[in-house]
T-cell receptor
Framework: QQPVQSPQAVILREGEDAVINCSSS?????VHWYRQKHGEAPVFLMI?????EQKGHDKISASFNEKKQQSSLYLTASQLSYSGTYFC?????????????FGKGTKLSVIP | NAGVTQTPKFQVLKTGQSMTLQCAQD?????MSWYRQDPGMGLRLIHY???????DQGEVPNGYNVSRSTTEDFPLRLLSAAPSQTSVYFC?????????????FGPGTRLLVL
């Protein structure tokens, strides 16, 4: 079942922080976060595992809620290059990144 | 490394025509997937493969076939194109080693079915 992302869109000024949420109807083994710029392919940002381990980007972090059904992506001190659409890909069973179910995306715009 | 490559970049088909979207990766990744992306819909999994000779269906497999005869190549075949298959198609490959996993996407193929 497709995860629900919120907000659908957000506008930030450079240096501001943002939080993007990804909610699933099932407890998750892992959540994978991607960023896609217009006309380009999605690019892997980070993976959040059920034990809280994170692997990926320096200035981006993520967390699970207690039930492991919602993940939040934290973007700190945003830069213009952070603009794009962010997708979460959920993996409830631990099958792996080749079998993800993606949300519809959150469009992030960073302005000077 | 070229990473994940896809051909063609653009294609226009007439309803009922068939075609093959090519995908290749040179990273020796075990896992490969095909997604389609429609406006406002995110990415939806069509088929995936966990190794040469092994494929399985994803969320939206109808109208598509895949095969994986080598580790490098994972072509997607449209059997009889329909306007509903107008979309951007992304191929991806991934690895998984000791808790590390990363999925790399190809540049995409934009398909228009008239």
């Amino acid at each position: 079942q497709q995860p629900v992302q919120s907000p659908q869109a957000v506008i930030l000024r450079e240096g501001e922080d943002a939080v993007i949420n990804c909610s699933s109807s099932k407890a998750l083994y892992s959540v994978h976060w991607y960023r896609q710029k217009h006309g380009e392919a999605p690019v892997f940002l980070m993976i959040l595992l059920k034990g809280g381990e994170q692997k990926g980007h320096d200035k981006i972090s993520a967390s699970f809620n207690e039930k492991k059904q919602q993940s939040s992506l934290y973007l700190t001190a945003s830069q213009l290059s952070y603009s794009g659409t962010y997708f979460c890909g959920t993996d409830p069973s631990g099958a792996g990144s080749y079998q993800l179910t993606f949300g519809k995306g959150t469009k992030l715009s960073v302005i000077p | 490394n070229a990473g994940v490559t896809q051909t063609p970049k653009f294609q226009v088909l007439k309803t009922g025509q068939s075609m093959t979207l090519q995908c290749a990766q040179d990273m020796n990744h075990e896992y490969m997937s095909w997604y389609r992306q429609d406006p406002g819909m995110g990415l939806r999994l069509i088929h995936y493969s966990v190794g040469a000779g092994i494929t399985d269906q994803g969320e939206v497999p109808n109208g598509y076939n895949v095969s994986r005869s080598t580790t490098e190549d994972f072509p997607l075949r449209l059997l009889s194109a329909a306007p509903s298959q107008t979309s951007v198609y992304f191929c991806a490959s991934s690895y998984r080693v000791a808790g590390e996993e990363t999925q790399y996407f190809g540049p995409g193929t934009r398909l228009l079915v008239l």
